[in-house]
Structures are given as structure tokens and as C-alpha cells.
């Protein structure tokens, strides 16, 4: 009130905001880049992972995800399984959803398809990351959640969710990081961050 107008406040550590969330890492750009590689990031420290991403394609094509096993070793066998749903508006104002995007044993994970190349849209990803670095003793495989949006090239726009995981995980299976690429072209004007989730 009024009265405390110019006077400090003591306020215990336990009712200031805190966050569980770590920086880990973040990269922006303007470039265009065959790969968004995110590497050597993750550990036995965290078992869960925050990424954001926002960016463009240089193709009407779609997003893809592989693991990294270090550096920028792929891991590129056919054991890869997703699937995504859609939400979908187009221009004239009609709505539909549905499944858009399913693989099993591929040799990489399909996120988002058709994307629009135009400067003033941007796609987003959200990803919740399981247990890369097997942290978690009891459990095998890592896993991927997430929601994605985007305009794609035909005027519509798209958003849902995803989920991808790597049927040969086991606990030998360790991966440090992760990568983005498009099926055709590079990926632009990107901007993203990794979160380590504090338990």
C-alpha cells in the first residue's frame, strides 16, 4: 500500500519464484543450414529435457529428427517409430483433423510435412525429451513427445502433437544430443533452446 511507498522488504528465499528449468544451450541464426545439431548435451545428470525451436524451411518439405549417439554421429538405423495428429484450418475457414504423420522402423522420425517457405510465417516445435542419457536405471528407451505448428505450402495451418521412439533402445543406448533436417532444402532463420529439468 501507500505507506510502504520507498521501504525494502525482507521476503524469505522459500516465497521467491524459482525454476527448475536449466539453460543448457541456445544457438540463433539467420543462416541456412542442412542440420540443427544439438550435441553433447545431455548426461546422467537430468532425466527430462525442455527444446524450443522456431524456424523455416527453404523447401516445401518436411521436419525430421535423429538421435546422436556424440558429436554428430548419426543414429540412423531403421528403428524408428512416431506418429503425429493434426489440427488443420485452411483458408477459406474450414477445419479438419486427423492423423499426418506415421512411420514404423524408418531410418529417422518425421515431425511436420509440407511446410511454407514464406518469409512471414515460422514453424514452431516443442519437445519433451525421456531419459536420452538413461539416467533413469529402470528404464530401457529414450522417448520424444511434442506439439509442432505451422503454415504449410497449400494455406493452411497445422498444428498437433507427436511422439517418436527408437524400437532397438536398450540400456546400452545412450544418446548426447539430437538433430533437425529437412527431407528436402536447409532450415533458416532458426532460433532455438535446451532445458535440463531440475528434479
Known sequence: DASDSGNLKYVEKQYLPSSNLVLLG???T???DSTVGVSDKFSTTYDFYKFYIMYRLTSNSDTRFRWLSSGNSEVSGSYYAYVGDMRQ???SGSVSQGQDVSGYQESHAKISENLSTSSSNFATLEMTIYNPFKGSTNMTRAKVIGVKSHYRNDGA???G???IEYLSGNAGNTYAGFKLFAGTGNITDYRWQLYGVKG
Open 161 to 163: 502433437g507427436f511422439t
Open 26 to 28: 541456445q544457438y540463433e
Open 157 to 159: 495451418w497445422r498444428s
Open 30 to 32: 539467420s543462416d541456412s
Open 89 to 91: 484450418i485452411n483458408s
